[in-house]
């Protein structure tokens, strides 16, 4: 079993921050990405950052400058650091880890709300 515990979404102003944290634990031997995507009303399920567990970073185009992905390899942790945040923003937010327990699998964890909204 394998538990991912997301926290940090809410309710913000345009231009304001949030920092999105998520924790995995459970049956892993190691994780190999861990990423944040995001789904709004009426649009597909998309990746909005993922970092390796070498450091190595991919962005939405959408979010460049303006979010940051970092993880603590000890810690089994992914956070996102959302600054300026817009309208646009406004979505579920979901960490998904692939990770390595046997074989190599993936787990989403169960969404955080972002509202972004004057």
Not at 16 to 24: D, E, I, P, T, Y
Not at 63 to 80: C, E, Q, Y
Not at 86 to 112: L, N
Request: positive net charge.
């Amino acid at each position: 079993q394998v538990q991912l515990v997301e926290s940090g979404g809410g309710s913000v102003q345009p231009g304001g921050s949030l920092r999105l944290s998520c924790v995995a634990s459970g049956s892993i031997s190691s994780i190999k990405h861990m990423g944040w995507y995001r789904q709004a009303p009426g649009k597909e399920r998309e990746l909005v950052a993922m970092i390796t567990s070498g450091g190595d970073t991919n962005y939405a185009e959408s979010v460049m400058g303006r979010f940051t992905i970092s993880r603590d390899n000890a810690k089994n942790t992914v956070h996102l650091q959302m600054n300026s945040l817009k309208p646009e923003d406004t979505a579920v937010y979901y960490c998904k880890i692939v990770y390595w327990f046997g074989r190599e699998r993936d787990y989403w964890g169960q969404g955080t709300q972002v509202t972004v909204s004057s």
